[in-house]
């Protein structure tokens, strides 16, 4: 690897490292295989571990074995789908509100045929149905109701189209809605995935081939709003590939994928948010991603949203992660050089984002993971490397959340000479945080969607973070330092506060602020006075004027400045 990417490595290991830790890490190997990799993954609402993973019979095919391991560790019960002469694939996983469990198997020998199941919490299989339009059948995605599951399904015979299925809590065949293959491969109409958007209505996301020729270069998207019932309510679409997709706390969708540039002859990443109705709001590329770009990862957390593909160029190989807002605007990133590879992020309930990312050690031709930590701010936190059950290769490939703010990674791991392949599981306990309720007071309004400046700060270092408050006040930030910090918190129109914390991951404070600093200064004073004073009588949205947050300048906001007369910020 070139120097200047050992460099960069070596300064990510050294910020922020030592604020998490790994809780514990297992290695899975079932006996008598001859290897066992990692498909799909879920935690339950216990926190508990769910891992379909495959595992090669002697027999020379593939079964499938399910695990559960507790939040402390335990492996719960392991269960195996297997069948002679049969190889069997997990395709996709949903937990349902009662810790029940669906799974999603392809069997496939000189047919493909789907399986949906359910299984019990404590591992006991409920029921399996089969699912045979085709030649060709493998599900998509899984989505759990308290009434059953949903189902994306992909079929066909010399072309590929797709289906949503619905199937109740008993196993019972609801729905049944099919959007017929083409006669030709080069018309495969391949499902991305599926968001429920409301109680009603799932948005449905495939790709499809370009209408105007039979050899086209590049996918558009087709975006299909479908009821329950079967009815295409809106069609849109869309001229690029999408690959990932991700629904914002407002309901709105960020869509990430790859459109093809003809005059480069490569595929250039981009980015395009949508509100439920399918209205874009923008689109824009990842400008930092030059080369031919792969769409690795996409995240939301509230509006923000974190982004990591890989490029190739002429000269250099890169993955590129980038950081945003609501308003498409780059607020943080970094660009990797070297091979690396994105491979899943979570966000956090601390306002932060999780990602892993794969790295190829060039001196040892062999992959180790490493997680990064970003806050929704967009700054990095510090790096955890996450290598260490094997001398060999461990390739990461799940990312999941997990109890306290934490996070399951999960990795296939080589046991060496023998190349013999097990699960590596490791749970890590995420950066230190704050959280709590900030008071705003005499503020009428929700404080939700206000934004508080919060300053750490120990003897040689300073973290300064800004996060966006929720509804009542409820905050939560992490930063990178730990251990007995000054804290202060501000909010714009509200004296700050400033107090010592001994802070760790899950610290809790609450604050009360002052509220009639109408300047913004720090201070109640003759400026705020004459500031609500000359807007005496007015009105508006968000005027810094009107302190109560009523809509209207008046006597309550004029008596806010003077019972507060006088008072100045920490």
């Given at each position: 690897m070139r120097a200047t990417s050992?460099?960069?490595?070596?300064?990510l290991l050294l910020q922020g490292v030592q604020a998490q830790s790994i809780l514990w890490s297992r290695l899975y190997l079932l006996s008598g295989s001859r290897g066992c990799l990692p498909?799909?993954?879920?935690?339950?609402?216990?926190?508990?571990?769910?891992?379909?993973?495959?595992?090669?019979?002697?027999?020379?095919?593939?079964?499938?074995?399910?695990?559960?391991?507790?939040?402390?560790?335990?492996?719960?019960?392991?269960?195996?789908?297997?069948?002679?002469?049969?190889?069997?694939?997990?395709e996709a996983i949903a937990v349902a509100p009662d810790d029940s469990f669906y799974v999603a198997i392809t069997r496939a020998n000189t047919d493909s045929l789907a399986y949906v199941q359910r299984w019990s919490a404590d591992g006991t299989m409920l029921w399996s149905t089969e699912i045979n339009l085709s030649t060709y059948d493998v599900i998509r995605q899984l989505q759990a109701r308290a009434s059953g599951v949903e189902v994306l399904h992909a079929y066909g015979s010399g072309g590929v189209g797709y289906a949503r299925l619905i199937y109740d809590v008993d196993g019972n065949a609801l729905a049944q809605h099919l959007f017929p293959f083409p006669q030709t491969l080069t018309q495969n109409c391949s499902p991305v995935g599926m968001i429920r958007l409301d109680?009603?209505?799932?948005?449905?996301?495939?790709?499809?081939?370009?209408?105007?020729?039979?050899?086209?270069?590049?996918?558009?998207?087709?975006?299909?709003?479908?009821?329950?019932?079967?009815?295409?309510l809106q069609a849109l679409i869309l001229p690029f590939r999408v690959e990932r997709y991700a629904q914002a706390g407002d309901g709105s969708l960020y869509l990430l994928g790859s459109r093809w540039d003809p005059e480069a002859q490569q595929a250039r990443l981009q980015l395009t948010r949508?509100?439920?109705?399918?209205?874009?709001?923008?689109?824009?590329?990842?400008?930092?991603?030059?080369?031919?770009?792969?769409?690795?990862?996409?995240?939301?957390?509230?509006?923000?949203?974190?982004?990591?593909?890989?490029a190739?160029?002429?000269?250099?190989?890169?993955?590129?992660?980038?950081?945003?807002?609501?308003?498409?605007?780059?607020?943080?990133g970094q660009t990797l050089n070297g091979v690396y590879r994105a491979i899943g992020g979570v966000a956090l309930p601390i306002n932060a984002f999780a990602l892993l990312i794969g790295q190829l050690m060039t001196n040892a031709e062999r992959w180790k993971p490493f997680l990064q930590w970003w806050r929704a701010d967009g700054a990095l936190l510090g790096t955890t490397p996450l290598g260490g059950l094997s001398q060999s290769d461990e390739q990461?490939?799940?990312?999941?959340?997990?109890p306290d703010g934490?996070?399951?990674a999960i990795s296939t791991v080589n046991q060496g000479s023998d190349n013999m392949v097990g699960v590596g599981i490791l749970r890590v306990q995420p950066p230190p945080s704050l959280s709590g309720r900030i008071t705003l007071r005499d503020y009428l309004a929700d404080s939700v969607g206000k934004t508080a400046h919060i300053t750490f700060q120990n003897d040689s270092?300073?973290?300064?973070?800004?996060?966006?408050?929720?509804?009542?006040?409820?905050?939560?930030?992490?930063?990178?330092?730990?251990?007995?910090?000054?804290?202060?918190?501000?909010?714009?129109?509200?004296?700050?506060?400033?107090?010592t914390i001994s802070l760790t991951q899950g610290t809790t404070a609450d604050w009360v602020l002052t509220n009639g600093d109408a300047n913004r200064d720090n201070r109640v004073d003759d400026a705020d006075l004459l500031m609500v004073l000359f807007a005496f009588g007015q009105s508006g949205d968000n005027r810094p004027e009107d302190l109560n947050g009523d809509g209207s300048i008046d006597d309550a906001d004029l008596l806010i400045v003077l019972f507060n007369f006088g008072s100045e910020g920490e």
């Open positions: 050992l460099t960069l490595v070596l300064t498909q799909v993954a879920a935690v339950d609402n216990a926190g508990n571990l769910l891992i379909a993973a495959r595992y090669i019979m002697d027999a020379g095919h593939f079964a499938v074995v399910l695990l559960k391991y507790s939040p402390q560790g335990d492996l719960l019960w392991a269960r195996t789908i297997s069948q002679s002469e049969q190889s069997h694939y997990a109680a009603s209505t799932t948005l449905l996301m495939v790709r499809v081939p370009d209408p105007d020729g039979i050899l086209q270069s590049w996918d558009q998207t087709l975006l299909q709003w479908l009821s329950d019932s079967g009815v295409v949508l509100t439920p109705g399918g209205t874009l709001l923008w689109e824009r590329p990842i400008e930092n991603a030059q080369g031919d770009a792969i769409p690795d990862v996409l995240i939301a957390l509230g509006t923000n949203w974190l982004v990591g593909g890989n190739e160029s002429l000269v250099d190989r890169m993955t590129v992660i980038e950081l945003g807002g609501a308003d498409g605007m780059r607020i943080g990461p490939e799940l990312l999941l959340n997990a934490g996070v399951y270092q300073t973290d300064i973070a800004t996060t966006t408050l929720q509804s009542g006040g409820r905050y939560a930030v992490a930063t990178m330092l730990t251990g007995m910090l000054q804290v202060r918190i501000s909010v714009p129109g509200w004296l700050s506060k400033r107090r």
